[in-house]
């Protein structure tokens, strides 16, 4: 039965690849073997039958449907290697026959192989021994072109023989040219210092693509050919994006990004973006490091670039939360009756889950897990070995933030828990040097404690919401506007059935409603709530009553004209009753099929001015949407006084800004970071890296042995439920709602240790 079978780590004697992709179990003296993807068992035909499941080829094993293309394409070379040196044994084995019979080789000779001639390269072709390759270097190589083939350098055997001329298979060939490209790409990138991320980009493989139809001798350009007409076309290719944005912009407006940036200099920049539903577009960079503390010029300059997108487009304009801008959005909120001032939501959260951090009780978990992640990334013997037991799966996650790359961590440390268990109990670590160093007996004092585990559980009940709420509003797969009021209930409510006890859960509400508290009522926020319907139709009571106050705000300040606003108002009570085509069965299942500005488009013909309202309101972000701005050249736009070259900087910069937007707006971003990496450690440092660098420890970490990261999740079991969709429906907890505060308990700060003890 499958509640017999406990799970058995792959120790490190199994090389095939396809042990990676899958987990061994094991019931008395039977062994099992799971696919990791699909989760389809195997109680026969080894490793190789999983491997033909994995590649997709037709044998004895069915397709997996859910496995990664590149793990489908490994698994398929990895085939067919196998059945290459197949060929060679057979191929071999016929020639030693026609050697018995006297008979002549496939290229008319008479054969002279002995049995050691033949048979030790067979030898070779299904294990190499470097030892015997030694040997045959020395006694020579073979070049045939007999018959109108060609050997190929490196083959080897004994003088006078040809034997391995039969042995060259397309397999090895197109291994060996796939290196030579990755080689030769790797030597250009380390030559010019080209960041090694530079892979990830979505041109990357069309331009490799674009260089292998044109044949052998294509000539790459020059570099004036890359100022000139490569840059102009570049240009022009942007510019038609940009428009088709900002054809887009009159149906479903627009918001004004406006992200701070400092150099490593010290310099100070403000890059302009603009948002819709369409797409992510790059204006401008302005250099402020002279009029940073002026509000009267920083409102100059955004009421230029509000101008310039076009008063009627524009719903808000978002900033992050620092005084300065909070000044400057009243004065551009006074100047424009139709434009909110909205702060960054993605700033706001991440402060939630720093102070929920700085609490002691969650610190001091937070310190301990570090401790483990840190003795692990710095060994890379144990590195290795964490990676064997965790299928791949790296125990550190890379966030957007400190904040929450430390809690998707902790998350990720729980759901690895029993493979780690697994690992710190095994014969391979006990017998491993390192376990037995001080750092190591605490890594293993730390997993083998239940207390240490349930406490960081609670913590993963606790910030696991807000984690789901951060990524919604600063994610680009949809708008978040309709949905950002919702995350936060739902991120006060399993704070409230985690800890039950109001004095315990109010500790971390006053947190939320400190942090929340410029975006708590909101107009356009509570309005996206109100105006999607999935979450519209399944509140109940009159909560309703409390934010339909935060439409009308929306409705007097986006809509100038009053006889439309008085039509709006007489529009909502349709909406609000669900007559028309509001109430068709088909409009009650696109309440959780269609995207929320999709349903009013589909559904809101009879409310016509409602309608386009809704669209505008649900159709922006509530955050600074960008992509990393390093390595885009800021400084030297500003830093160059001559206007030719100005603008020539100035269109790079365009052009490199608005192609990463697309990329990151497309999904396109390495999704599997390698926490070690130089690039992350900005966020993963507490993780991974030591406080002092111990000179007798760099010789015993060789970064050359360290298996990379598969980034394999789906071992950690099903795939989540898409962030939206977890929102649920249900909306009737008027404590939250109302967002009530007891201030009136002086001791409410201190109940946050008894929550720690009493986990």
């Keep these: 039965m499958a509640s017999d079978l406990e799970p058995v780590p792959v120790n490190s004697q199994k ?43 037709k044998g004895n094993a069915s397709s997996c449907l859910r496995v990664q293309p590149d793990v489908r394409l490994l698994m398929q070379e990895s085939l067919n290697g196998v059945v290459v040196k197949k060929r060679k044994k057979q191929k071999l084995a016929e020639e030693i026959t026609n050697f018995n019979s006297g008979e002549t080789d496939s290229f008319g000779n008479q054969s002279a192989l002995n049995t050691e001639a033949v048979m030790l390269p067979v030898a070779e072709a299904i294990e190499p021994n470097p030892s015997l390759l030694l040997n045959h270097e020395e006694e020579g190589t073979v070049s045939s072109k007999r018959g109108g083939g060609r050997r190929k350098k490196g083959c080897r055997v004994r003088k006078g023989s040809n034997a391995l001329a039969l042995i060259d298979t397309v397999y090895d060939d197109s291994k060996r040219v796939n290196h030579q490209v990755s080689l030769a790409i790797g030597r250009f990138l380390f030559d010019v210092g080209v960041p090694l991320d530079a892979v990830n980009s979505m041109y990357f493989q069309p331009m490799i693509d674009a260089i292998a139809s044109q044949g052998s001798g294509v000539v790459g350009p020059s570099y004036h050919d890359l100022r000139s007409w490569i840059l102009k076309n570049a240009v022009q290719e942007v510019r038609t994006d940009v428009d088709q944005c900002m054809g887009t912009w009159g149906k479903s407006g627009c918001s004004v990004l406006v ?109 301990q897990a570090r401790s483990i992640s840190r003795f692990i990334y710095n060994h890379s013997f144990v590195l290795n070995m964490m990676r064997r037991y965790t299928f791949g799966v790296d125990i550190v996650v890379v966030g957007p933030t400190r904040a929450s790359t430390d809690f998707s961590t902790l998350k990720r440390m729980v759901s690895v828990k029993h493979n780690l268990q697994s690992m710190v109990t095994s014969e391979e670590w006990m017998e491993c040097s390192y376990s037995k160093k001080e750092e190591g007996y605490t890594t293993l004092d730390y997993i083998s404690n239940p207390s240490f585990w349930s406490m960081c559980t609670v913590i993963t009940h606790l910030t696991d919401p807000l984690l789901r709420l951060l990524r919604i509003v600063s994610g680009k797969k949809r708008p978040g506007m309709g949905y950002v009021y919702a995350g936060v209930y739902r991120a006060k409510e399993a704070i409230k059935k985690e800890l039950i006890d109001k004095k315990d859960y109010m500790v971390y509400w006053n947190i939320i409603d400190r942090r929340w508290e410029q975006l708590h009522r909101h107009p356009l926020h509570t309005a996206g709530f109100y105006l999607n319907p999935k979450f519209f139709y399944s509140t109940e009571g009159d909560i309703h009553l409390q934010i339909r106050s935060s439409v009308y705000d929306c409705v007097e300040r986006l809509v100038p004209d009053t006889t439309i606003q008085d039509k709006i108002v007489k529009e909502t009570a349709s909406y609000r009753e669900a007559t028309g085509d509001f109430g068709r069965k088909i409009a009650i299942r696109g309440r959780e099929t269609l995207l929320p500005s999709e349903w009013w488009s589909t559904y809101g013909g009879a409310c016509p001015n409602l309608a386009r309202l809704a669209i505008r309101i649900l159709s922006q972000t509530c955050s600074l949407v960008g992509c990393k701005p390093n390595r885009i050249p800021f400084q030297q736009i500003h830093d160059t006084k001559n206007y030719v070259e100005h603008q020539r900087l100035s269109d790079i910069v365009f052009v490199q800004y608005n192609m990463r937007l697309k990329q990151m707006f497309l999904n396109k971003e390495e999704d599997n970071p390698d926490p070690i990496s130089y690039d992350n450690m900005k966020y993963v440092e507490g993780w991974v890296t030591e406080r002092e660098m111990n000179t007798d420890d760099i010789g015993r970490s060789d970064w050359m042995t360290v298996d990379p990261p598969l980034g394999n999740i789906m071992v950690l079991g099903p795939p989540q439920v898409d962030d939206f969709e977890a929102l649920g429906e249900g909306f009737d907890d008027h404590e939250i709602f109302i967002g009530l505060k007891d201030r009136e308990d002086e001791n409410c700060e201190n109940n946050v240790h008894e929550v720690g003890k009493n986990t």
């Design 259 to 367: 992200d701070e940036l400092t150099s490593e200099n010290g310099k100070m920049f403000l890059n302009f973006s603009v948002y819709c539903p369409e797409g992510l577009m790059f204006l401008r960079s302005v250099d402020v490091i002279n009029i940073i503390d002026s509000i009267d010029a920083l409102y100059g300059l955004f009421k230029e670039i509000i101008e310039e997108v076009g008063v009627r487009n524009v719903l808000q304009i978002v900033t992050n939360n620092e005084e300065r801008y909070i000044e400057v959005g009243k004065r551009i909120t006074d100047s424009f009756p139709t434009i909110f001032w909205t702060p960054c939501a993605t700033h706001c959260v991440d402060l939630m889950l720093d102070d929920f951090r700085e609490l002691e009780w969650i610190s001091t978990i937070l310190e």
């Design 15 to 57: 090389h095939d690849p396809a042990w990676k992709h899958c987990q061994m179990y094991k019931s008395g003296d039977k062994v099992q073997l799971k696919c990791i993807y699909c989760g389809k068992m195997f109680k026969g035909g080894g490793i190789h039958r999983i491997k033909e499941h994995l590649a997709g080829q």
